[in-house]
């Protein structure tokens, strides 16, 4: 089943926020294979994390991720405008098989 | 820069069947360190894989869609294809299609620009 995220979340500019995103011991906590997409309306998903903790070439560092058992996690720091989006982690689960989670509303106020 | 694009018709019958096609451009969809994969996205909801195939034809499929999916791909025309039988309307979505890589880090790093499916009569 689907991996679990906060409806929504939000923070002012220049604040961190973190976005959880919690499965079991069959996905997140048995592989670190999380990757973490941006979504803007309308628009297609961008990655921002894979494998957890790394950033692809041209992802800004203000976006950092963390894994801890069977919840992984989204750090956004120094929040902007610009980050208003919804955000959503997927994991390997095994067996050649991929979830998603439900995806978060980022609102910034 | 690779580029993909989803086409095929924006309006299914219940019951009947979905087929959409992704064609890759700008890259070799025989390439060794990628799957191919259809992810989906009811409105409003969240994203939900649906499956993967490999150049070879190796198929990896969701187990809740594995029954009524069918994914498929031509290397000749650097495409491949998706099938989903015995539609209903929880089956319309935003479709996407993207390149998984499992080499360089296990991600879905290129997307298309998703093309809505509407189920109705």
């Known amino acids: 089943s689907a991996l679990t995220q906060p409806a929504s979340v939000s923070g002012s500019p220049g604040q961190s926020i973190t976005i959880s995103c919690t499965g079991t011991?069959?996905?997140?906590?048995?592989?670190?294979?999380v990757s973490w997409y941006q979504q803007h309306p309308g628009k297609a998903p961008k990655l921002l994390i894979y494998?957890?903790?790394k950033r692809p070439s041209g992802v800004s560092n203000r976006f950092s991720g963390s894994k801890s058992g069977n919840t992984a996690s989204l750090t956004i720091s120094g929040l902007q405008a610009e980050d208003e989006a919804d955000y959503s982690c997927?994991?390997?689960?095994?067996?050649?098989?991929?979830?998603f989670g439900g995806g978060t509303k980022l609102t910034v106020l | 820069q690779l580029q993909l694009q989803e086409s095929g018709p924006g309006l299914v019958k219940p019951s009947e069947t979905l087929s959409l096609t992704c064609i890759v451009s700008?890259?070799?969809?025989?390439?060794?360190?990628?799957?191919w994969g259809w992810i989906r996205q009811p409105p409003g909801k969240g994203l939900e894989w649906i499956a993967n195939?490999?150049?070879?034809?190796?198929?990896y499929y969701n187990p809740s869609l594995k029954s009524r999916v069918t994914i498929s791909v031509d290397t000749s025309k650097n495409q491949f294809s998706l099938k989903l039988s015995s539609v209903t309307a929880a089956d319309t979505a935003v479709y996407y299609c993207?390149?998984?890589?499992?080499?360089?880090?296990?991600?879905?790093?290129?997307w298309g620009q998703g093309t809505l499916v509407i189920v109705s009569s």
């Open positions: 011991s069959s996905d997140v906590g048995s592989h670190n294979l």
């Open positions: 997927c994991s390997y689960a095994g067996s050649t098989t991929w979830v």
């Open positions: 494998e957890g903790i």
């Open positions: 700008g890259g070799s969809i025989s390439s060794s360190s990628d799957y």
């Open positions: 993207a390149r998984y890589d499992f080499w360089n880090g296990s991600f879905f790093d290129s």
């Open positions: 195939i490999y150049y070879s034809g190796s198929t």
